[in-house]
């Protein structure tokens, strides 16, 4: 597996916090959705060797390939989905998760999820598959702990 791009900033809260201060910038969801998708394209793709049935994340109505490893000092995690938008929720999840120990992954809410109001601007599904990714994130740290 390839070294991670994250973590961008020192701490999972300084993560968050600097999630929000950018899309504060924008002023509406359209330029907040092609923020998404512009974040989205910055993942670097997975091999197509890692692109399996066992490393898909159930829950997602896009395809959404996600790979862990590491132990509880450090978790990293690789993730794509054939989805641009999803792509970019897979990018401010990771920047807030990868590349932390375990036992601050599990300290640490999304609250970034609805400081920057995406709470209320994702469809169910999308709602639901960033739900499944969150759960396979903190289930990941739970068990490396």
């Given amino acids: 597996m390839s070294a991670s791009q994250f973590p961008l900033e020192a701490t999972a809260l300084e993560a968050q916090a ?3 201060d950018e899309f504060s910038l924008f002023g509406d969801w359209s330029e907040r959705y ?5 974040l989205g394209r910055k993942l670097p793709d997975l091999p197509d060797t890692l692109k399996t049935e066992e490393h ?8 959404v390939w996600i790979v862990a490893s ?13 989805s641009t938008i999803v792509s970019g929720l897979i990018y401010l999840a990771l ?18 999820i609805s400081t920057i109001g995406l709470a209320k601007h994702l469809s169910p599904t999308r709602s639901n598959g960033l739900a499944a990714l969150l759960d396979f994130i903190k289930t990941t740290a739970a068990q490396a702990q």
Avoid: H, M
């Fill in 34 to 38: 092609q923020y998404l998708i512009d």
């Fill in 70 to 82: 590491g132990n509880a000092a450090r978790l990293d995690f690789q993730a794509i989905s054939d």
């Fill in 56 to 63: 898909r994340l159930l829950g997602c109505q896009s395809k």
């Fill in 95 to 112: 920047r807030v998760y990868s590349g932390r120990p375990a036992s601050e992954i599990l300290a640490t809410s999304p609250d970034y």
């Fill in 18 to 20: 600097a999630i929000a």
